[in-house]
């Protein structure tokens, strides 16, 4: 963990319907210096990525009204926003799973329950 660079600026936004992930992310992330944005669901991300234009998007899979694949494509599919990472979460790690969020546009696919380790990770790898 040592060769880590300062993550202090850098905006993540944590998209999950689950409360107990999005406070793991935050508590994980803000020892770092990193700026936690959170939503409740894909509706709630589109609004908060238009206002907070953050660098990182981690989003679950499974949501109730718009699921992490449709949020992921709708990303992408705005050119302003295309080019920030979109990382998807979810509880399996099948290789369907992994294809049809690459499918969808997403740049990385993170199983949950993530250690610290790999939130850092990703984010170095994919925000900096």
């Known amino acids: 963990m040592g ?23 935050e508590i994980f992330l803000n020892d770092f210096g990193c700026e936690i944005i959170c939503a409740l669901d894909g509706f709630d991300a589109m609004a908060k990525i238009v206002e907070n234009h953050p660098d990182i998007i981690f989003i679950d899979v499974v949501m109730p009204r718009l699921d992490g694949y449709q949020a992921c494509q709708l990303i ?19 290789l369907f799973d992994k294809a049809r969020g690459r499918m969808a546009g997403s740049n990385e696919y993170l199983t949950k329950p993530f250690t610290k380790e790999e939130l850092l990770q990703v984010i170095q790898m994919h925000a900096l």
């Open 3 to 25: 060769n880590l660079k300062p993550l202090g600026g850098v905006k993540v936004l944590i998209v999950d319907d689950s409360s107990t992930i999005r406070r793991s992310a």
């Open 76 to 94: 992408k599919k705005n050119p302003r926003f295309q080019a920030t990472p979109v990382i998807m979460l979810s509880s399996k790690d099948g």
